[in-house]
């Protein structure tokens, strides 16, 4: 089994940064792929971020230039750089991550870490 731990979140003024960090632990044989998501009330999951292990990303149309995610494959590790943060960017921000086993393919997700950018 894998935890994927979050950490980074809590309250920021519009305009502010943060960073988001996520954990890989457990039976790792590699990580193909990890990325955020996000959830705000009301309203669906949707993509924030995603890298895989040779560093491509994708990003959602509404951080791109202002989002910026890492990958340390030492550290089975994934960062969220959150800069310009807007009042809509407050949402749950969860992880996730699709990882190889010894013996399969394995996706998780994160318990989820709050933004919350104040106007």
């Known amino acids: 089994q894998v935890q994927l731990v979050e950490s980074g979140g809590g309250l920021v003024q519009a305009g502010g940064s943060l960073r988001l960090s996520c954990a890989a632990a457990g039976k790792i044989l590699s990580i193909n792929v990890m990325g955020w998501y996000r959830q705000a009330p009301g309203k669906q999951r949707e993509l924030v971020a995603t890298?895989?292990?040779?560093?491509?990303?994708n990003y959602g149309d509404s951080v791109k230039g202002r989002f910026t995610i890492s990958l340390d494959n030492a550290k089975n590790t994934a960062y969220l750089q959150m800069n310009s943060l807007k009042p809509e960017d407050t949402a749950v921000y969860y992880c996730?991550?699709?990882?190889?086993?010894?013996?399969?393919?394995?996706?998780?997700w994160g318990q989820g870490t709050q933004v919350t950018v104040s106007s």
């Open positions: 996730s991550a699709e990882i190889e086993h010894s013996w399969d393919l394995g996706g998780y």
């Open positions: 890298i895989t292990h040779d560093g491509n990303t």
